[in-house]
């Protein structure tokens, strides 16, 4: 009986310790939610981004508490096709204005072709797509057709300065991707200099492989080129002014994250977010592999603003990819711990 005696009291003083573990946790956790102490976070994303194998900038928010924290968050990294949540926001801004009608169709031709992403490329030349159809592929596919067209009707310098007039810093639209991929083509040979987008998608076999080398050089040559880029703090704003209805009407944010919420592309920030309601938009050129969006927890919003670039060309994009699915699980465990804190 002793024994027996000596078993439930090390038994109930166990269950005591761990009461009493948990009850300090929880209180942490509310402290950190009061308090806005981000600081296990900002470890936990620093310890994640630390493991790449190169440069990896992040900004996470909480819309509805206004928790935050990053790595990097200001520092400037190549959009690639996330500068493509910029363009549809000045579209839809525009469609607002009475300046074009997101129901109004326009006629594909053989110079709208493009090199890249999307899936005007496989379609026959003559579709009629709707405006409202062409955001819808520029976001779930990164169609660049669609994208090169939307952006010919609103121009680069409209979207950076609706940007400035949202009171966002730290990033700019400059080319349409045409534009883009010339002139990561041209870093990498000369011969490119010149030839359209069209041209490329029509005849690739004209023009020659790219060696190692030359890759090289041109992904070297996007990230020190200042255009199009933006900071993870800087794109972070857009989405949280996206979730809060401020980057245009109620009916047309609430349009634009029904249009990123059908993602076709989860391998990034819903790598290990199975299940978990996400709207997204991705990004990848040379070195750059981005994601970028907006992740539900409950009835809370948790933006997160993901640029990583490889050390060399020997990282892959399967790496970075990776990286980026951990940074997203890291956000979403702590923002759901202190919920559950509560």
Do not use: W
Not at 30 to 46: F, P
């Amino acid at each position: 009986m002793a024994r027996i005696a000596v078993v439930v009291a090390a038994t109930l003083c166990a269950i005591s310790i761990r009461n009493a573990t948990a009850a300090v946790a929880n209180e942490y956790a509310r402290e950190e939610s009061r308090a806005g102490n981000t600081q296990v976070l900002k470890q936990r994303l620093s310890d994640v981004a630390a493991s790449f194998p190169g440069r990896v900038g992040v900004f996470v928010r909480n819309v509805e508490t206004g928790a935050e924290s990053g790595v990097n968050a200001d520092d400037q990294f190549p959009m690639a096709s996330t500068y493509k949540v910029a363009i549809m926001v000045q579209v839809f801004r525009e469609a607002e204005a009475g300046h074009l009608s997101l129901s109004q169709r326009v006629t594909l031709g053989p110079g709208d072709r493009r090199l890249g992403s999307g899936l005007f490329p496989y379609m026959d030349t003559g579709l009629n797509p709707t405006i409202h159809d062409l955001i819808l592929l520029m976001i779930t596919v990164s169609d660049n057709e669609a994208t090169d067209l939307l952006l010919k009707m609103v121009g680069a310098k409209n979207v950076t300065a609706l940007l400035k007039q949202l009171g966002i810093d730290g990033m700019r639209v400059d080319r349409s991707t045409e534009e883009i991929i010339g002139s990561y083509l041209e870093a990498a040979d000369p011969k490119f200099r010149g030839v359209s987008g069209a041209e490329l998608a029509a005849h690739p076999e004209r023009f020659p492989a790219l060696t190692a080398e030359a890759t090289e050089k041109a992904d070297k040559a996007i990230v020190e080129d200042p255009r199009d880029h933006a900071s993870p703090r800087a794109m972070a704003e857009l989405l949280t002014k996206i979730v809060k209805n401020q980057a245009a009407s109620e009916k047309s944010c609430a349009d634009m994250l029904g249009i990123m919420q059908a993602q076709q592309l989860r391998t990034r920030i819903q790598r290990y977010l199975e299940n978990i309601p996400t709207a997204t938009k991705n990004g990848t050129i040379g070195y750059a592999t981005n994601d970028v969006g907006v992740v539900y927890l409950g009835k809370q919003h948790v933006v997160l603003s993901i640029y990583t670039l490889k050390g060399s060309s020997a990282v892959s994009t399967e790496q970075a990819e990776e990286r980026i699915g951990r940074l997203a699980r890291v956000a979403y465990d702590y923002f759901e711990d202190l919920n559950a804190g509560k």
